[in-house]
């Protein structure tokens, strides 16, 4: 059985930094894409960044360019996203997503994304 567990949210002050990790078990994350989304409060939910399969590629959301960086672990079988330069507009419950499907290019589709972990809350505010 497939499962995505979120964890490493919590309260951080503005311009700190958060690493979130996706623990992934009943799959290999090299063998799909990954993602990560997030959904503030009264917002739907958006797409931050993702990798293929390949992990050659990513894409990430414009408003956390240079900021964010997606990553992956295949010997822990770990999807991360390490937030730097914290904003309280960052502020949302972030979601880990996998997808089967071996793309050359992701695009934070989220009616493409398969599964999806439980979320995990990151804070922002000082």
């Known amino acids: 059985q497939l499962h995505l567990v979120e964890s490493g949210g919590g309260l951080v002050q503005p311009g700190g930094s958060l690493r979130l990790s996706c623990a992934a078990s009943?799959?290999?994350?090299?063998?799909?894409?990954m993602a990560w989304f997030r959904q503030a409060p009264g917002k739907e939910r958006e797409g931050v960044s993702c990798?293929?399969?390949?992990?050659?590629?990513?894409t990430t959301l414009d408003s956390v360019k240079g900021r964010f960086i997606i990553s992956r672990d295949a010997a822990k079988n770990t999807v991360y996203l390490q937030m730097n330069s914290l904003k309280p507009e960052d502020t949302a419950v972030y979601y880990c997503?996998?997808?089967?499907?071996?793309?050359?290019?992701?695009?934070?589709?989220?009616?493409?994304?398969?599964?999806w972990g439980k979320g995990t809350l990151v804070t922002v505010s000082s």
């Open positions: 009943g799959f290999k994350v090299y063998y799909y894409e």
């Open positions: 990798i293929i399969s390949s992990g050659s590629r990513s």
């Open positions: 997503a996998a997808a089967r499907n071996n793309q050359d290019i992701c695009d934070l589709n989220y009616d493409a994304m398969d599964y």
